[in-house]
T-cell receptor, first 111, second 116 residues
Framework: KQEVTQIPAALSVPEGENLVLNCSFT??????LQWFRQDPGKGLTSLLL?????REQTSGRLNASLDKSSGRSTLYIAASQPGDSATYLC??????????FGEGTQLTVNP | SQTIHQWPATLVQPVGSPLSLECTVEGTSNPNLYWYRQAAGRGLQLLFY??????ISSEVPQNLSASRPQDRQFILSSKKLLLSDSGFYLC???????????????FGNGTRLTVT
């Protein structure tokens, strides 16, 4: 059974700092890995998707990496802004229909 | 572009009452459709998914059911709500591409259900 862990559960940083969010998983037999952000009371917004054959994806100030051998993915956020404050979740697709989600990291960027 | 609509945004229902939540997707055809539940302080739980009209797979046995009467419409229902049904319900869609690759999963804005 795939288990997904996101540490830390919460993170508070000053504006402008570069930061890394972590996602660990136990089963490397995945189709892809996706990072989402969730604002309070809202649905999840897709940020980046990395296929199992890829090592990283970039979108603006975000960069996500995937290392299947070590069971890790990281989401790098450059020059953080208060608008980046949200909960960030990673999810692994282990079959056509099934995604396993982490519990998320709640990020607060202080002005 | 594709959009997903989910309503209502919030709902307060008494125990034992019926439930119907609706989700529609625009701008694509034959999507995979999903219902997830997010309980307070917990992760997302997959409830149902559908790969086509009338095709529903249940992940968790419970008093909820799902239906897909049209290609881009997904409905979550219950005949009698329980207190434990309270939570944040999210509809999502994606597409299955070649070589088994899926497109990113996209979520609606969710329905906050409180059963009293």
């Amino acid at each position: 059974k795939q288990e997904v862990t996101q540490i830390p559960a919460a993170l508070s940083v000053p504006e402008g700092e570069n930061l890394v969010l972590n996602c660990s998983f136990t089963d490397s037999a995945i189709y892809n890995l996706q990072w989402f952000r969730q604002d309070p009371g809202k649905g999840l917004t897709s940020l980046l998707l990395i296929q199992s054959s890829q090592r990283e994806q970039t979108s603006g100030r975000l960069n996500a990496s995937l290392d299947k051998s070590s069971g890790r993915s990281t989401l790098y956020i450059a020059a953080s802004q208060p608008g980046d404050s949200a909960t960030y979740l990673c999810a692994l697709r282990t079959s056509g229909s099934r995604l396993t989600f982490g519990e998320g990291t709640q990020l607060t960027v202080n002005p | 572009s594709q959009t997903i609509h989910q309503w209502p945004a919030t709902l307060v229902q008494p125990v034992g009452s019926p439930l119907s939540l609706e989700c529609t997707v625009e701008g694509t055809s034959n999507p995979n459709l999903y219902w997830y539940r997010q309980a307070a302080g917990r992760g997302l739980q997959l409830l149902f998914y559908s790969v086509g009209i009338g095709q529903i797979s249940s992940e968790v046995p419970q008093n909820l059911s799902a239906s897909r009467p049209q290609d881009r419409q997904f409905i979550l229902s219950s005949k009698k709500l329980l207190l434990s049904d309270s939570g944040f319900y999210l509809c999502a869609w994606d597409k299955t591409g070649g070589w088994g690759y899926n497109s990113p999963l996209h979520f609606g804005n969710g329905t906050r259900l409180t059963v009293t």
